[in-house]
């Protein structure tokens, strides 16, 4: 299964731990990661990334999102390039029966945005995570 990963890629990256563990937790099932890069530590992304461009980081995670089979984000921190990919494979009518998982650590839920933890789209599955190994007794029943 070809997975698309969204995290915060230059904004508030104090999910970092919980990212990896999610990306490697996925992997390890023998599944493909393809936004792979996004545990990659902040300085060298960001350096990677603006040397590949605004429009080619857009056409690429675009072309991404339409190859993936399930997108899983990481929304406890906001980010507009998250919400984007969410958006996007949840509106997108040649998407529409593809999955999204939409994860938040629940022990600051009131804190979160609510159009991430309020999201009753049928093909979105919404979860409150209390732990790494919370995320990993979620995931199994999907991948």
């Known amino acids: 299964m070809n997975?698309?990963?969204a995290a915060p890629v230059r904004g508030d990256r104090s999910k970092i731990e919980t990212n990896k563990y999610i990306v490697n937790f996925i992997?390890?099932?023998g599944h493909k990661?393809?936004?792979?890069?996004?545990i990659k530590e902040k300085g060298k992304l960001i350096e990677i990334e603006n040397n590949f461009g605004s429009t080619n980081i857009?056409?690429?995670?675009?072309?991404w999102i339409d190859e993936c089979d399930i997108l899983i984000a990481?929304?406890?921190t906001p980010s507009f390039g998250v919400g984007y990919e969410v958006g996007y494979m949840l509106c997108a009518k040649k998407l529409k029966n593809r999955k999204v998982i939409i994860l938040y650590d629940k022990t600051i839920?009131?804190?979160i945005s609510a159009?991430?933890?309020g999201n009753c789209n049928k093909n979105a599955t919404v979860y409150g995570y209390e732990s790494?190994?919370?995320i990993g007794k979620f995931l199994k029943n999907y991948l």
Do not use: G, W
């Open 115 to 117: 159009i991430a933890t």
């Open 109 to 111: 839920e009131n804190q």
């Open 33 to 38: 990661v393809l936004t792979n890069h996004t």
């Open 74 to 76: 990481e929304a406890t």
């Open 27 to 29: 992997k390890e099932r």
């Open 58 to 63: 857009y056409k690429r995670d675009i072309k």
């Open 3 to 5: 997975v698309y990963f």
């Open 132 to 134: 790494e190994d919370d």
